[in-house]
């Protein structure tokens, strides 16, 4: 019941508060343009991800006892850092290093401080045990590229948020059945919150995130995936829901974002350019070429990330060495097959429409044009 009211709360607050973001933000000209990479109409508001963030926090501070704060006290510094790193980028534009900076530090303190993350690779490849320092480096490195990864799917109306939904529902139902009640309170409270702005950003969007959003979803995935990851591969199966794979099933949560920069980082490198490079070549600007509205390209990302979801449930006894390339490949060819298919819708759309710019040969006319005589007789003549 607490978690329930935790989830309602922050829902509520996050439904109240977004409206009076929009009307707010559209009156201080805080708005997103179209144009360029942006493939929306007409100006709309960003910073959305103002309003779900403070209703989860107010719903934290609001139902957690004092010793799931305590528990959480270095993830929720760091959670309250990157929202502030996203806010401070969404007013006034931060370079790339800035925010990488602000990214490793807040990486830094969950995971020296908090003291998540990898600490073995659970027999995959033949190795145990991670060296600390290698464990620290590893674990830091793949929140921040993940944080970032998640960060380049918030491309598109509803995207980002449906993604989230599910793998922090999914998060939420597995950290409860571990007995990690707070985590799975906060999985769920972020459900709640995010649900209240999918509200306002579902096709057509009447707000956007914004990095302040982005960034903090994507952070606070990344962690909860690595500690799932984690902690699942060092339990015993009477302490939970126990995934074998456990490096495969943290890959099947987050395969939309980790496929999307693995597809984009290639394809600018093999055309010369850097993969830092912005550009209209991620995943959901593709399926948006077939002619898809963006709600139809949500849905079936969302659709895709359950398929691969549903593997890790059905192989929940095989282990890494056969789901991590089983996934992988399976990945691979997925999208292989949707370049094809949105290459050949394209070139279809392509030859139905008409060009643009059309000249047509007009003919002279032969017929002088006739003068009413009646007005030619009011017409006074000169020699001017």
Not at 140 to 147: E, R
Not at 191 to 214: C, E, Q, R, Y
Not at 351 to 359: A, D, E, K
Request: charged fraction near 15%.
């Amino acid at each position: 019941m607490v978690t329930f009211l935790a989830l309602s709360t922050a829902f509520i607050i996050g439904f109240l508060l977004t409206p009076i973001l929009i009307l707010v933000f559209k009156k201080l000209k805080m708005i997103d343009a179209p144009g360029g990479r942006k493939i929306h109409n007409g100006f709309i508001p960003s910073m959305g991800g103002v309003g779900f963030v403070i209703g989860i926090f107010i719903s934290v501070i609001t139902w957690f006892s004092l010793n799931q704060m305590v528990e959480l006290r270095f993830f929720l510094t760091s959670f309250g850092l990157i929202f502030l790193l996203g806010l401070r980028d969404d007013l006034v534009d931060l370079t790339a290093w800035q925010k990488l900076l602000g990214q490793i530090v807040a990486a830094y303190i969950v995971v020296i401080f908090g003291d998540i993350r990898f600490t073995s690779l659970y027999g995959f490849l033949g190795i145990y045990e991670i060296p600390e320092l290698v464990s620290y480096v590893i674990t830091i490195f793949t929140i921040v590229g993940l944080t970032n990864s998640f960060n380049l799917i918030d491309g598109l109306d509803g995207l980002a948020g449906s993604i989230s939904v599910v793998a922090f529902t999914f998060l939420g139902w597995w950290f409860w059945e571990a007995d990690m009640i707070a985590y799975s309170m906060f999985s769920l409270i972020t459900v709640g919150g995010v649900l209240s702005f999918l509200i306002f950003n579902w096709h057509p969007a009447k707000i956007f995130m914004g990095d302040t959003g982005s960034l903090s979803l994507g952070f606070a995935l990344s962690v909860m995936a690595i500690l799932f990851v984690n902690t699942n591969g060092n339990m015993l199966a009477s302490e939970g829901w126990k995934f074998n794979a456990p490096i495969a099933s943290g890959l099947a949560l987050l395969i939309v974002p980790i496929y999307d920069t693995c597809r984009i980082f290639t394809k600018r490198i093999r055309r010369g350019k850097s993969p830092f490079s912005a550009d209209k070549s991620h995943i959901h600007h593709f399926m948006m070429r077939m002619g898809l509205r963006h709600d139809q390209v949500a849905l079936a990302m969302v659709g895709i990330m359950l398929f691969f979801v549903g593997i890790i449930f059905i192989g929940a006894q095989l282990n890494d060495h056969i789901l991590v390339p089983a996934i992988t490949i399976l990945a691979a060819i997925l999208g292989i097959r949707l370049d094809v298919i949105t290459l050949r819708r394209v070139k279809v759309i392509t030859s139905q429409t008409p060009p643009i710019l059309s000249v047509r040969k007009k003919k002279k006319s032969t017929v002088k044009p006739e003068v009413n005589q009646r007005i030619l007789k009011k017409v006074k003549l000169t020699e001017n």
